[in-house]
T-cell receptor, first 112, second 114 residues
Framework: SQTIHQWPATLVQPVGSPLSLECTVE??????LYWYRQAAGRGLQLLFY??????ISSEVPQNLSASRPQDRQFILSSKKLLLSDSGFYLC???????????FGPGTRLLVL | AQSVTQLGSHVSVSEGALVLLRCNYS??????LFWYVQYPNQGLQLLLKYTTGATLVKGINGFEAEFKKSETSFHLTKPSAHMSDAAEYFC????????????FGGGTRLMVKP
């Protein structure tokens, strides 16, 4: 069966520090991968998606970037965090040519 | 472009009462529709989905939803609420573009009173 992992689960970082959040999927090949952010009291905002290694599409201009160095690894990064980057970050995957997305447990980021 | 509207950001019901969470969508193509549930500090879990075929879809935890094309709706129901149903619920529609992206509604927080 397929599983999706995210780490860390919780992160507290100072403003201006770098960020690296990791997401990995097991039990499937060539998945579509997604990064979402959920700000407090708000819905889901799609940040990035990827249909293959090295292929990243950005949905909104922002302080963040994403990379997919391996087929089942998706990384969310920032060089300098802003207060507004605080939120709950969710990674998701979907089988290629299928529409259902499956979500990881999330990473709660607090920027102080 | 696709969009999803969830009426009511907060819904409160008594334990044992009917749960009705509303979702209306717009889509330029035949829609694929989803309901997800999110418990505090967790990721989203798929409750049910509609792609084609039977318009009444049954999901996990006793939930079901009915696709009504004429009303562009996909409301989520459960006959009898349990305390454990307290969570946030998201309706989503498939985007007709690369990457199988979904457009999510703003979410509805369900509260269940004893």
């Amino acid at each position: 069966s397929q599983t999706i992992h995210q780490w860390p689960a919780t992160l507290v970082q100072p403003v201006g520090s770098p960020l690296s959040l990791e997401c990995t999927v097991e039990g499937t090949s060539n998945p579509n991968l997604y990064w979402y952010r959920q700000a407090a009291g708000r819905g889901l905002q799609l940040l990035f998606y990827s249909v293959g290694i090295g292929q990243i599409s950005s949905e909104v201009p922002q302080n963040l970037s994403a990379s997919r160095p391996q087929d089942r690894q998706f990384i969310l990064s920032s060089k300098k965090l802003l207060l507004s980057d605080s939120g709950f970050y969710l990674c998701a995957w979907s089988p290629v040519f299928q529409e259902t997305q499956y979500f990881g447990p999330g990473t709660r980021l607090l920027v102080l | 472009a696709q969009s999803v509207t969830q009426l009511g950001s907060h819904v409160s019901v008594s334990e044992g009462a009917l749960v009705l969470l509303r979702c209306n969508y717009s889509s330029s193509v035949p829609p694929y529709l989803f309901w997800y549930v999110q418990y505090p500090n967790q990721g989203l879990q798929l409750l049910l989905k509609y792609t084609t075929g039977a318009t009444l879809v049954k999901g996990i935890n006793g939930f079901e939803a009915e696709f009504k094309k004429s009303e562009t709706s996909f409301h989520l129901t459960k006959p009898s609420a349990h305390m454990s149903d307290a969570a946030e619920y998201f309706c989503a529609v498939r985007n007709n573009n690369a990457g199988n992206m979904l457009t999510f509604g703003g979410g509805t927080r369900l509260m269940v009173k004893p």
